[in-house]
């Protein structure tokens, strides 16, 4: 596996900032109250990420130590600014549901830990997948967090009717107290198909140095 395909499957599988390391935990749970909502951010967040990355590592033996947060702070704002202003001169609608957060990406711990930790310390090309690799990772945690909410919550997913007119939607899932339920309920899922998947690569590797020997 490359240097470029592993930091997908990291950010994606094996350190998905949402289910496995808990990172940006506060637009996670605010703004996924619909699918569209959890997609708008996180393809927001992925595009900070990628060119906040890529800015970072050209710049890495320029910035002195001694302001290293300080110019990461900067560059992130600047380009959460000029996302800010594409969404809302091209897609205000989402603008208005996603509100304050999108400012806020200046501050999310998965941005500024990734510039801190990996850009800062690796050339472009590998810095730049891996931010893509976190942003995707991001964005597929916040839209299937979206998902389950809206589905329970409305009986709908990406604002089409699925349940039937029956269905009584269980409001508290679009609610703050639903955004926890469903984080559990989809990390606890996720932890019990990786032990599964984990017992069964185990007991093949035995197989396998059984009929061996």
Known sequence: MNNCTERLYNGLVKENPTFVLM???????AVTTS???????????TVVLVLSNMLISMLRKIIPDSVRMPAFIV???SF???????????????YSSLGLYIPLIVVNCIILGRAESYASKNPVVPSIFDGIGMGLGFTVGLTCIGIVRELIGSGKIFGVQIMPSSYEPITIFILAPGAFLV???????????????????AGSAETSSAAEE
């Open 80 to 94: 959460v600014t000029i996302v800010q202003f594409l969404l809302q001169g091209f897609v205000p609608s989402l």
């Open 75 to 77: 560059v992130v704002a």
């Open 23 to 29: 990172l940006g935990m506060c637009p996670t749970l």
């Open 183 to 201: 984080l559990s309920a989809l990390v606890a899922l996720q932890n019990k198909i990786k032990a599964k998947t984990a017992k069964t690569a």
């Open 35 to 45: 699918a569209v909502n959890g997609v708008g951010m996180g393809l927001s967040t």
